[in-house]
Structures are given as structure tokens and as C-alpha cells.
């Protein structure tokens, strides 16, 4: 049976009005009769008495009346509840993004979207390595390139851009007259992983330089130049203080390379949850927190 057309009856048994049922339900009129009449239809009884001028159940509209309102009232709050209960963000939120981005940025927007929703758990997977959502069971992953999965949904929240940079001290000269052809004077910190190489590979080639150290994570990288330890590339979103505090210069500031996207990535699915849903707009709210150290 088909509960919306019991759930019409009761509620024009009760009102005892085909118009005021309508108005209650949001629904025509003409629609509130049609599915009384279809709902005889199918149990094969008359329920309601119909006159110009007059409304009464009859004996079989009583009974059904009195004995389904009970049980479609509780079935319709057990529905509701649970309809709420979907709708109040807690459990657990699986995320995973590059490691760089999980040392500098998340830490910050973790702690203000769990002090906004206190009920939340969350599981961190930070990797540079590409992971498929899906299959790790992984609710949202920040990423940064090109999206390669066509199925899932992305948010972009910046820009970031690769720069060249050192200590000052390792440097040991005016910065501004440092060029590409000085790097091979210098120990070269190299990065590295199955995603993607140094994109000063090519100025290695041309001018023969080996570097010294080739490393898969880009905070390493920054703490080896902390301790002048040679010349490399960081993302400008991982280094800004760093620059604003003189603790690192950058190089060739004139060089430029292609920038890279910030996104937020998450199943295709029309119903995601509402936890997966409240920390998408919140990321979005908060893209301004990427923004600022670009």
C-alpha cells in the first residue's frame, strides 16, 4: 500500500475536509481526491460518504481510521527521527591529504570545525602519495594538481606556486645577483615522489648539476634549508612566515612555474553525508586560510 494515500485519508478523516487536508498537505484539492479514490480502489471499500453538503466515514473508513492512525503517527515520527539524527553532524570524518599541507594548514581548520561540531571524530591520512577515496573508505582528500578522477566532485580552495629558495646565511651573497647559473656552485636539496619530480629537472640537465639530496617531503626540505643545508623549492604556501621573518630569501624570483590547485575532493554521490557536507562548506567558508599564504 502505498502510505502516502493512508496518510491522506487520516488526514481528511480528521479535518473532515477535502479542502482543509489540502491546505494542511500543500497539495490540490483535486489531488486530495484522487488519492482517496485510489486508495478505495485498492482495499476494495467505500470509506467515505460523499454529498454536496455532507462528509461522514463509513463503517469500514471508522475502523480503518481509528486502527491505522496510531501506527502511521509512530511510524512517522520513528522517520522523522531518524531524518533528524541525519541531519546532526557527528561521527567520524576520514580525511587525507600531502604532508606539507597537513603540518602547516589542517591543523588550524581541525580545530575550529571540531569546536563547531564537537560531536565529530576524525581520522587523518596524510600522504604524498595519490590515494583512491573510494577504495581507503576516506570521506574528503585535499589534493594539489590536476584532478584525475573524473568521478569525484572537487572544490577548489587556491592556488599555489613553487619558488625557489634558501637560508641567507647558506646563500652568502646578494640574492639578486644569484642566477640559474650559480646553482651548481650550491648543494641542491631535490624533490622527489611517484607524483611528481623537481621541475628544476630540466636546469639540472642543461647545466649538469646532480643535487645533492632528493626528498619526498617538502617540510623536510624546508627544515634541511632552516639548517643551511643547500638550495631548493617549496610551495609558497608552506614557507610565508619563513620569508616575512627573513628566515628564508627567495631566488630568482623572476622564474615561475606553472601554479597548482588546491582542491577539495569527495564522492560524486547526490546523497553524501551530512558530515561529509558540513566540512566541504566549511572549507569553502575557510578557503580564505589557504588564500592568505599564497
Not at 604524498?128 to 573510494?134: E, K, S, T, W
Not at 577504495?135 to 590536476?146: C, E, T, Y
Not at 572537487?154 to 613553487?162: E, F, G, H, N, V
Not at 611517484?194 to 632528493?214: A, C, G, S, W
Request: contains cysteine; hydrophobic residues 35%.
Amino acid at each position: 500500500m502505498n502510505l502516502n494515500l493512508l496518510n491522506t485519508f487520516l488526514k481528511v478523516s480528521e479535518l473532515k475536509s477535502f479542502t482543509q487536508a489540502a491546505k494542511i498537505l500543500q497539495q490540490p484539492k483535486s489531488r486530495v481526491s484522487r488519492n482517496i479514490s485510489q486508495l478505495e480502489r485498492d482495499l476494495k471499500i467505500d470509506l467515505i460518504k460523499r454529498t454536496t453538503r455532507s462528509f461522514s466515514l463509513t463503517t469500514d473508513g471508522e475502523r480503518l481510521y481509528r486502527e491505522t492512525k496510531p501506527i502511521l503517527l509512530k511510524l512517522l515520527n520513528r522517520v522523522d527521527q531518524i531524518s533528524n539524527s541525519q541531519n546532526d553532524i557527528q561521527g567520524t570524518l576520514s580525511l587525507t591529504g600531502p604532508i606539507d599541507i597537513g603540518q602547516t594548514i589542517l591543523p588550524k581548520l581541525l580545530n575550529k570545525f571540531s569546536s563547531k561540531y564537537p560531536k565529530i571524530q576524525f581520522q587523518l591520512h596524510l600522504t604524498d602519495h595519490y590515494v583512491d577515496l573510494a577504495g581507503m573508505n576516506i570521506d574528503v582528500g585535499i589534493r594539489v594538481g590536476n584532478l584525475k578522477d573524473s568521478t569525484m566532485k572537487q572544490k577548489i580552495l587556491a592556488k599555489a606556486k613553487l619558488i625557489l629558495v634558501c637560508s641567507p646565511e647558506y646563500l652568502g651573497k646578494d640574492s639578486l645577483k644569484f642566477s640559474v647559473k650559480d646553482l651548481q656552485d650550491y648543494s641542491i636539496i631535490s624533490f622527489y615522489n611517484e607524483n611528481q619530480t623537481d621541475p628544476l629537472t630540466k636546469i639540472y640537465k642543461e647545466h649538469k648539476i646532480v643535487p645533492r639530496f632528493r626528498v619526498n617531503s617538502f617540510p623536510t626540505i624546508k627544515n634541511m634549508m632552516m639548517q643551511n643545508m643547500g638550495i631548493g623549492i617549496l610551495p609558497d604556501i608552506i614557507c610565508q612566515q619563513e620569508l616575512r621573518e627573513k628566515k628564508l630569501i627567495q631566488l630568482l624570483p623572476h622564474w615561475s612555474y606553472q601554479k597548482s590547485t588546491i582542491q577539495a575532493v569527495y564522492s560524486n554521490s547526490k546523497n553524501i553525508s551530512p558530515k561529509i557536507r558540513a566540512f566541504i562548506d566549511f572549507l569553502i567558508e575557510e578557503k580564505q586560510v589557504f588564500q592568505d599564504l599564497t
